[in-house]
């Protein structure tokens, strides 16, 4: 029923840009905030990810961790039920497979909580070299 699906990924240059896409369905936005999360090479083993944003649509609360802030920009599209990741300025730690993700924000700000991954996307890859 939950159906998170990213796309927009790629190769791109130190330096590039991307712009990520995630078609929602089975989520309200009224109960759910959606964000992203990454996971670089070699961390699966380590079940280790980075969550990176979560927007709260209704209401347009935003957050970013520090490693991307001032260079990604989560926006929503209620209509569309879509959730975008603009990356700019990307650099080679950047590299990682991306995921949309529920998530939430403890009184819209803060650190989100991120819900399990039966409520994550099936991953794109962003690389970035040169």
């Known amino acids: 029923e939950v159906q998170l699906v990213e796309s927009g990924g790629g190769l791109v240059q130190p330096g590039g840009s991307l712009r990520l896409s995630c078609a929602v369905s089975?989520?309200?936005?009224?109960?759910?905030?959606i964000g992203w999360i990454r996971q670089a090479p070699g961390k699966e083993r380590q079940g280790v990810s980075e969550?990176?944003?979560?927007?709260?649509?209704?209401?347009?609360?935003?957050y970013h961790a520090d490693s991307v802030k001032g260079r990604f920009t989560t926006s929503s599209d209620i209509a569309k039920a879509m959730v975008y990741l603009q990356m700019n300025n990307l650099k080679p730690e950047d590299t990682a497979v991306y995921y949309c993700?529920?998530?939430?924000?403890?009184?819209?700000?803060?650190?989100?909580?991120?819900?399990?991954?039966?409520?994550w996307g099936q991953g794109t890859q962003v690389t970035v070299s040169s």
């Open positions: 089975g989520l309200r936005f009224d109960d759910f905030g």
């Open positions: 969550g990176i944003s979560c927007i709260n649509a209704r209401d347009g609360n935003t």
């Open positions: 993700a529920a998530c939430g924000l403890v009184d819209g700000r803060g650190t989100p909580y991120y819900y399990g991954k039966d409520y």
